[in-house]
């Protein structure tokens, strides 16, 4: 039996770069290539506008609705993958804060109001912490992580997975 679960996933970093930076690099198709597994965001990012993330092949690998923009504090985003569209939508929530004059606590959480089979969470709990440090180091060094794809264990394949980052 497939164990369902709506358990959310959140993550928190501290970066140090001012929050306009910050959500330039969440935004921008020149920076997301870089930290997103090559992947382009691609929307006008205001409130109720379509959204995606386009692989280097051009393929569309996620897609869905900005749900809230408040630029440079809130970016919340419905998350829908474009391999196996069947999948429940999540929520994904980028929470900006200004800690200091050029430092930010960046979190982010991934929400599931409809249960989806435990198994899948398992590709962003090993893409969303690569994501993340790759941002992270990108907006502090200037340089990417040269981080391989993670690929999702072999027990979200049986569950109906498909081979890009769940998330």
């Known amino acids: ?9 959140i993550y928190v ?8 930076k910050v ?23 205001r409130t109720n506008d379509p959204w995606l993330l386009r692989t280097p092949d051009g393929r569309v690998d996620v897609f869905g609705e900005v749900l809230e923009s408040d ?8 998350w829908k993958m474009g391999a196996d569209p069947s999948l429940p939508a999540s929520i994904v929530t980028y929470d900006i804060e200004a800690i200091g004059a050029d430092v930010v606590r960046l979190t982010m959480t991934e929400a599931h109001p409809t ?3 435990a198994a899948l969470l398992e590709g962003g ?8 440090s790759g941002l ?8 990417p992580l040269p981080l391989p794809v993670p690929q999702p264990p072999a027990a979200a394949h049986s569950a109906g997975a498909a081979s890009e980052v769940k998330s």
């Open 125 to 132: 709990r090993r893409g969303w912490p690569m994501i993340l």
């Open 115 to 117: 249960p989806i089979a």
């Open 13 to 20: 970093t501290y970066i140090a770069a001012p929050a306009a």
């Open 71 to 78: 630029p440079p504090h809130k970016l919340s985003l419905s």
């Open 136 to 143: 992270k180091s990108l907006l502090e060094t200037g340089a």
């Open 1 to 9: 039996m497939t164990q369902m679960t709506s358990e959310s996933t």
């Open 23 to 45: 959500w330039e690099a969440l935004t921008s198709s020149a920076f997301t290539k870089l930290y997103f597994f090559g992947r382009s965001a691609e929307s006008q990012w």
